[in-house]
């Protein structure tokens, strides 16, 4: 039997299948999957078998063969394998670096094991033995037989610790075989609930619709089927889910659900403990190495049936997966920012095909991407038309700043929000104040030249931190802030900040008896201290929320009767193909958060730029209208999804170098072009959006074709033209299809 292994070197020139004789003694238990110790030229090194094979592939007489198991290391499933086989094809990427995506948790860690001490004997003879060691004064034995006698079991822990007994006595009394220790493997569980809740919600109406729906077609084995259920905020999407999850388990099999890794706070998972208790576990980031790694053994050993998780969680080890559920779909972060750049929804779709299984996608504001395929039937589309028991949307209003300008009102705050403001206020109910920008602090910039405070090794502008310090996203670099222009000397160099901080100084002004929270990047570093914010909003210790993007995914606040869009527009003047989308979807969420619990909720969009369909639909929650011409716009530039496009960002340290090479590449594929049929539009070499990080220079070459295929086919032709030649040696090169950001 042979071996086909994949080394643990991420290297272009490594990444194919090297071969190994499986050693006698061994043969059962090498499997795909499996990670190993192989020769490699003169040293040891470490791989994945992805194959067994009886065919040797060279000379058998030269075929080495593999030294073992690596000793503590975690094998992956065979259909995992096949899965990373399918993104390294469809995304770009090494084998080894498709693997180490498709295994969460690499190494295992050191399980807590609790010991426990049984009688081996019946009580007649543990008597005599007690008897025995009484009179030859071994007090130490005496006691722990007594101790068993009276309590059948003990703890190994308590034996050596409260009633002080050595390990010698415990040892000898084993020996001589009158009792014995057992140990069992204690799993850290990341939720603990001791609350008894009990859950006694049943679906109303169209809920059960939508369930129906979905179990009909699992009942007439339609499998691989995808269904995107679109539902209105506070629709209750989470209970369908839950039910069809109860559903899926109760058939014997199990389910995944992923969830933007920001909307997985504790009030969600304990959402699914209440109806599932100790068969659901959660899987992200604030994890430790110990607690991930037995959430995973726990999904192997069939000790859970539901894993709740950021994409990453897609890769459970389940033994029969039946269901994959995605949360918000819309979410950028479902596809990755690293090698390989795959997107958790397409490949939990590929996933589910070789499981058999079923996704249901769920958003109040599907991608454009999946309400396309729903509507050309490659999804089936479900909806959830109304909020539960018939609470409205809330009312929502534009204010146009230039107006308000106009008007003489030169504060952030518009009239009518501030009425609106003191207005709930007066009642005693709570307000959200969004910011809609990624970032959270301001730039500094001298008003008498111009200049703006950059990071040298990045081509972005520094933030501005509590205590004067500038700091850049993206490379971490921290200065203090200058107090004279370094480029005029002028003293009239200060920040724009139009951040988070700038608004609560500004409410604390305007309603000083008001309470503010505030939520950004300064505020959430600690850990826990996010979910600490939203636990102490909704304990009612502010009035207040003020936030960016981060407060209004997904949160369930029952007492916001308000929320202020504050600069509505800020989404929509990136140089993204996705912005009017990302505005709408950000917009209607964060109308959304207000009036879920007993009052009725009103909301105000602020922007300078009312008249943009984005903003006019987000208002009147029209997601149709929203969507008609959102794809007009796209068919006649031929964005996804109508079309496909790949990006190919190649970076270096040297600017010249760069420059250079990505000539040479937009060569090589418009040679492609000329010989192929097919029409394919290729822009670039062009600087990326951001020119520099971290001293390395970036360019960007974009494809766009029908089919997605051909793009594969591209990727794979540029690829191996530059692997292996040297030209290229000093360039690193990326692929990234569809892409969900700007470069
Ligand atoms: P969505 O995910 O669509 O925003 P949720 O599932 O969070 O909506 O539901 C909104 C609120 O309505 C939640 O507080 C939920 O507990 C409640 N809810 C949902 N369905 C029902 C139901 N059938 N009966 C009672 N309450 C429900
Ligand atoms: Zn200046
Ligand atoms: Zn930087």
């Known amino acids: 039997m042979y071996a086909n ?54 000379d058998v007489d030269k075929i080495k063969p593999l030294c073992n198991i690596v000793k503590g290391s975690v094998a992956v499933e065979a259909s995992l394998v096949a899965l990373a086989s399918w993104i390294r094809k469809n995304y770009g990427a090494t084998m080894n670096q498709a693997l180490k995506t498709v295994i969460p948790v690499k190494k295992s860690v050191k399980e807590v094991t609790k010991r426990t001490i049984y009688l081996n004997i019946d009580d007649i003879k543990a008597r005599a033995q007690l008897a025995l060691c009484e009179a030859k004064h071994q007090k130490a034995k005496a006691r722990l037989l007594r101790e068993l006698i009276e309590k059948k079991e003990l703890e190994y822990s308590v034996v050596t610790g409260e009633l002080k007994i050595s390990t010698a006595a415990i ?38 619709a939508v369930v129906d729906a979905v179990e009909t077609d699992i009942a007439a084995g339609k499998k691989n089927r995808v269904f995107l259920i679109k539902g209105v ?33 504790y009030q969600t998972a304990m959402r699914f403990y209440v109806r599932f208790k100790d068969r659901v576990t959660i899987m992200n980031s604030k994890l430790s190495p110990g607690e991930r790694y037995d959430q995973f053994k726990r999904a192997k050993n069939g000790d859970i049936d539901i894993m709740i998780g950021p994409r990453s969680a897609l890769f459970t080890p389940f033994s029969n997966l039946g269901l994959i559920i995605i949360d918000e779909e819309h979410e950028t972060s479902y596809k990755s920012e690293s090698v390989p750049r795959y997107h958790a929804r397409e490949t939990a779709i590929e996933y589910a095909k070789m499981n058999d299984a079923v996704v249901v996608l769920g958003s109040a504001t599907p991608s ?38 106009k008007n003489g009102n030169r504060s952030i705050l518009s009239e009518r929000l ?154 929509l003047n990136v140089n993204d193909y996705r912005a009017a989308e990302r505005t709408f979807q950000i917009l209607t969420q964060a109308i959304g958060r207000a009036g879920r619990g007993r009052y009725p909720g009103n909301a105000i969009i602020q922007t300078y730029e009312p008249e943009h369909f984005a903003i006019q639909t987000a208002k009147e ?95 794979d032709f540029v690829d191996k033209s530059i692997r292996d030649n040297i030209k290229y040696k000093k360039i690193s090169l990326q692929f990234d299809f569809n892409p969900v950001n700007g470069f």
């Not at 040891?44 to 060279?58: D, R, S």
């Not at 050309?376 to 018939?390: H, I, S």
């Not at 109910?429 to 040298?456: D, E, H, T, W």
């Open 233 to 265: 905020t506070g629709s209750g999407k989470t209970e369908v889910y839950m039910e069809l999850i109860d559903k899926c388990v109760k058939r014997g099999q199990q389910a995944i659900v992923l969830i933007p890794e920001i909307a997985l706070t």
């Open 418 to 571: 501030q009425q609106l403001i003191q207005d709930r206020l007066d009642k005693k109910q709570q307000i959200i104040l969004f910011i809609n920008r990624r970032g959270i602090a301001g730039f500094m910039s001298c008003r008498s030249c111009g200049y703006v405070v950059k990071c040298p090794h990045c081509d972005v502008s520094l933030s501005q931190h509590a205590q004067g310090r500038m700091i850049c996203h993206y490379c971490g670099y921290e200065q203090p802030a200058p107090k004279i222009c370094p480029k005029c000397g002028s003293k009239y160099i200060s920040g724009f900040k139009a951040g988070t901080q700038k608004i609560e100084e500004m409410i604390n002004m305007r309603f000083p008896t008001a309470g503010t929270i505030r939520m950004d990047y300064d505020t959430t570093r600690k850990k826990d201290s996010y979910e600490k914010i939203l636990q102490a909003f909704r304990n009612h210790e502010a009035d207040i929320l003020i936030g960016t993007q981060m407060i209004v995914k997904g949160h369930d606040f029952p007492d916001v009767t308000l929320v202020g869009v504050l600069a509505a527009d800020m989404s």
């Open 621 to 715: 929650q029209a997601y149709e209208a929203f969507y008609d011409k959102e794809i007009e716009y796209r068919k006649m530039l031929r964005y996804p999804p109508v079309w496909n496009m790949l990006v190919l960002l190649i970076t270096s340290d040297g600017q010249e170098e760069v420059q250079n090479r990505s000539e040479d590449v937009a060569k090589l594929i418009e040679s492609i072009i000329s010989q192929s049929e097919k029409k394919i539009q290729m822009i670039g070499p062009a600087d990326a959006g951001i020119s520099k990080i971290n001293d390395v220079y970036r360019k960007v070459i974009y494809i766009k074709t029908e089919q997605y295929e051909t793009l594969v086919s591209i990727k």
């Open 5 to 58: 292994v994949i080394v643990d070197i991420s290297h272009e020139k490594l990444d194919k299948t090297f071969q190994y004789l499986v050693p006698a003694g061994l043969e059962n238990e090498i499997e795909p999957g499996v990670c190993v110790e192989i020769p490699f030229g003169n040293r040891k090194i470490t791989g994945y078998v992805v194959e067994i094979t009886e065919n040797p592939e060279f």
């Open 368 to 405: 454009v991407d999946s309400y396309y395929k729903a509507k050309k039937g490659e999804y089936r589309l479900l909806e959830l038309k109304t909020r539960v028991a018939d609470k409205p949307l809330p009312e929502c209003e534009i204010v146009d700043m230039r107006t308000e300008l």
């Open 171 to 208: 040892n000898s009394l084993e020996e001589s075989g009158f009792i014995t220790i057992k140990s069992a493997t204690e799993y850290r569980k990341p939720i603990n609930n001791t609350e008894n809740e009990v859950y006694d919600k049943v679906l109303n109406e169209q809920q059960q």
